[in-house]
């Protein structure tokens, strides 16, 4: 059955059967990998050399060799942290909200974008970690009865972070999951290796494409749509809090909690883009990921970042008219001090450059696009730098202002996180179905995409 998707809804460029589909999807699984793979995975494996050097080296001489200093105590590690739970973000809302809102463009991305967030949360965990300084202890950061009669803070906004983004990493591994039990059950009909239908065997559960099957997984994905969706909104907020509840001017402000939420989803849209770009180009997918679907991505990108823009704006306002003395200080010294070069990049490429989406014909071109996604992932993480270091580097005494240098070994973690990030993103699409065949099916076959195996 040939299907035409273009004029209702351009999913699928040109005319493909539902064979084809499951071709292109299962092809880079049923394949050997091409040269443009191991280029990328060679550059993203380098990258990853460099942090596990830099972070060994770091446990062998302390977390002296980094920046941080008084009073910059908080610097590269928290920074990082919050840059990746943000890139976390994008994942289940693009599968979970626009799935509960029946929003069909998003079966093309959604599996991606879910893996993005388990890995995003992956390079988030370990910053809190090191920043400890003594990682072999952190088991007695949990919060567990023992000998010792020590117990954590439930008090502090840091334990919460930690019971939200281990809930949030939780509900978003089994939605991924249990996304993935169909095409598990297609791989495993389909392959001819006996190891690979041993693991999809196993991975499927059973599944044979019944009618009660699809019944049950549809509760159950819907169910898990349902968690996640409040997710998105906790897990960010909670990590304001970091900031938020404290006393320190610049961090103590209301606003918080929504401008997290919205430089989040901004954040991590911009980094779904970025990578998709690649690996639809990398593997051959640029029928089935296609601009329409990088278009639509792209206007969220410039609503999202009109949302920042006006936060940047609002907590200037809202620092004058407090007429609190030190909030209107921490804000001139952000825009014009020491670390105004770091704030006016943050502003240049959070407000300004996604204003080029207004434009169709930009919000259509692959390098405008790619320009565009890569300036505003520097912008989110200046914005953290900035909230964090130019609070922090001149509080209330004078007397006890410093200035926060980062050294290489900072620049060397933050550039491994980076390459383990891309590197699982590309093992990802090497061994598991990165477009889910059985939504794309049941979209292509006119079905809703949780019922094809009813039809």
Request: aromatic fraction near 18%; include cysteine; hydrophobic fraction near 50%.
């Amino acid at each position: 059955m040939n299907v035409d998707l273009t004029k209702e809804m351009p999913l699928i460029e040109g005319r493909l059967t539902l064979a084809q589909i499951e071709e292109i999807i299962a092809k880079p699984l049923d394949t050997k990998p091409n040269k443009k793979y191991f280029i990328a995975l060679s550059i993203t494996l380098s990258l990853l050399l460099i942090g596990a050097t830099a972070l060994l080296i770091s446990f062998y001489y302390g977390v002296g060799l980094w920046g941080n200093n008084q009073p910059v105590g908080w610097a590269f590690p928290i920074v990082n942290f919050v840059f990746w739970v943000g890139i976390g973000h994008a994942g289940t809302l693009i599968s979970a909200i626009l799935f509960l809102l029946r929003q069909k463009w998003r079966t093309a991305i959604a599996r991606f974008a879910e893996a993005m967030t388990i890995f995003a949360v992956i390079c988030a965990a370990i910053f809190p970690i090191i920043h400890t300084g003594r990682f072999w202890l952190a088991g007695y950061l949990m919060p567990y009865p023992n000998q010792h009669n020590l117990w954590v803070n439930f008090t502090s906004p840091l334990l919460w972070d930690v019971f939200a983004v281990s809930t949030y990493f939780t509900v978003s591994l089994v939605f991924w999951y249990v996304g993935l039990i169909p095409d598990f059950a297609v791989l495993r009909d389909r392959t001819s290796s006996k190891i690979k239908k041993v693991f999809y065997t196993v991975f499927s559960l059973g599944w044979r494409n019944s009618h009660r099957n699809w019944q049950h997984y549809e509760k159950a994905y819907t169910l898990l749509a349902g968690f996640a969706t409040p997710l998105v909104l906790s897990v960010h907020t909670i990590v304001s809090f970091d900031f938020a509840v404290s006393i320190m001017p610049g961090w103590h402000t209301t606003i918080f909690p929504p401008y997290f939420v919205a430089g989040a989803i901004f954040s991590g849209f911009a980094m779904v883009v970025t990578v998709l770009i690649f690996v639809r180009k990398i593997f051959d997918m640029e029928q089935l990921i296609t601009l329409d679907h990088l278009d639509k991505m792209n206007r969220i990108i410039l609503a999202t970042g009109m949302m920042v823009g006006y936060a940047y704006g609002m907590e200037f306002f809202m620092a004058w008219y407090s007429g609190v003395q030190f909030e209107q200080f921490v804000f001139i010294n952000r825009a014009f001090g020491p670390y105004a070069w770091a704030y006016w990049i943050m502003v240049t490429c959070n407000v300004v450059f996604p204003q080029l989406f207004w434009f169709r014909k930009f919000r259509r071109s692959i390098p405008v696009m790619l320009v565009v996604v890569i300036f505003v992932n520097v912008g989110m993480w200046f914005e953290r730098f900035v909230i964090t270091v130019t609070s922090l580097h001149r509080d209330y005494l004078p007397s006890s202002w410093g200035y926060y240098t980062p050294t290489l070994y900072d620049f060397g973690i933050l550039i491994g996180s980076f390459g383990l990030f891309f590197t699982l993103v590309l093992l990802f699409v090497k061994t598991l179905p990165s477009v889910s065949i059985s939504e794309i099916k049941a979209v292509a076959d006119g079905a809703q995409p949780t019922h094809h195996g009813s039809h």
